[in-house]
């Protein structure tokens, strides 16, 4: 079984995505965390953002493994390095480029198809597992989704207080990133066909729980 939860950042999806996961007591792939640990990648090495041989073959050499909420880039745990500033101005930068769109999709459908999944990130149920058994798809204000990301900044460590300014900054970042990410040509932020559409705005994460797993046992 294949569920697909997307939307754009700070909709809750992450959050929601591994908790439905623990209640179904199946696995979660956070599709999101693998393109973040490319664009640490590719900007450690200073490769530039572009379609190159170099980009071939830094692409050839990484070797991602997702375990227990844990990513590993070629055998090191960047799950924190990888919700950095820098990697949110880049990523989308990333992920526009097909190379790495091709690359990334077919791990995860190789990684999916072995065992029951929850499949979280921007093109799950359009692109990657268009036939999913279930598709959602997760929004929220943008001013909501920028407090959300202030917090867990925060409760990461990288963020020392959160005030007007900062909520500002992120909510500007956060539209920009939308733009990109909707924009792209290959496969671009969009509702899958079939997904059920949940504004988190104004829900706790119980709420939003309950709504998709009452979908689930409905069908
Ligand atoms: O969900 P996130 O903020 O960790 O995702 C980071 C970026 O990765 C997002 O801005 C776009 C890209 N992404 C993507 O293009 N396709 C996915 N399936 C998941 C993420």
Redesign the pocket.
């Known amino acids: 079984m294949i569920i697909t939860i ?1 939307g754009p ?1 700070g909709s809750g ?2 959050t929601i995505s591994k908790m439905l996961a623990q209640k179904l007591g199946i696995s979660f792939l ?7 640990a490319v664009t640490l990648q590719i900007l450690n090495s200073k490769t530039p953002i572009a379609e190159s041989a170099q980009m071939e073959n830094l692409l050839d050499s990484i070797e991602l493994k997702l375990d227990g909420g844990r990513i590993y880039l070629n055998g090191r745990d960047v799950s924190g390095e990888i919700r950095a500033a820098e990697i ?1 101005r880049n ?2 930068k990333v ?1 526009e480029l097909r190379s790495v ?1 091709v690359k ?1 999709t077919a791990l ?1 459908q190789k990684t999916a198809c072995r065992r029951d999944y929850v499949c ?5 149920g359009s692109a ?1 597992f268009p036939d999913a058994d279930f598709k959602f798809y997760l929004d929220a204000s943008p001013g909501e989704r920028a407090r959300r990301r202030a917090e867990q900044l925060k409760r990461n460590g990288m963020l020392a207080s959160i005030d007007n300014a900062v909520l500002a900054r992120l909510k500007d970042e956060m539209i920009e ?1 939308d733009r ?2 909707t924009a792209r040509e290959l ?1 671009p ?1 969009t509702v899958p066909v079939g997904a059920v559409v949940i504004d988190t705005t104004g829900l706790s994460l119980r709420d939003v729980l309950q709504k998709i797993v009452s979908s689930v046992d409905k069908k």
């Open positions: 997307d950042a999806k992450s956070d599709t999101g965390a693998m393109y973040r949110d990523v989308s992920s769109r990334m995860q979280e990130g921007r093109d799950m990657v990133r990109q990410d496969s932020l």
